[in-house]
């Protein structure tokens, strides 16, 4: 019993460290989204690793996408 309670809280303090640690050496969900919110570095990423489309479908797709997170 104690194992499995231990073991829990390990995975619910790792579980709070990959989403919320503000450290800018570490991989977490926090950090990931304040890079996303950086549109330089969204359009670097779309012009290399998304599927070639026509300049002006790819204008509405870069529009389309950032309109939620500008609110």
């Not at 995975?11 to 549109?39: E, H």
């Not at 779309?46 to 389309?64: D, G, M, N, V």
Request: proline fraction near 4%; aromatic fraction near 8%; charged fraction near 25%.
């Amino acid at each position: 019993m104690i194992l499995r309670h231990s073991l829990f809280l390990s995975c619910t303090q790792d579980i709070a460290k990959l989403s919320f640690d503000t450290n800018k050496r570490t991989p977490s969900i926090k950090n990931m989204m304040a890079a996303v919110d950086d549109l330089s570095l969204v359009s670097l990423l779309l012009e290399r690793f998304a599927i070639r489309q026509l300049p002006s479908a790819r204008k509405r797709l870069i529009q389309r996408l950032w309109v939620p997170f500008s609110v």
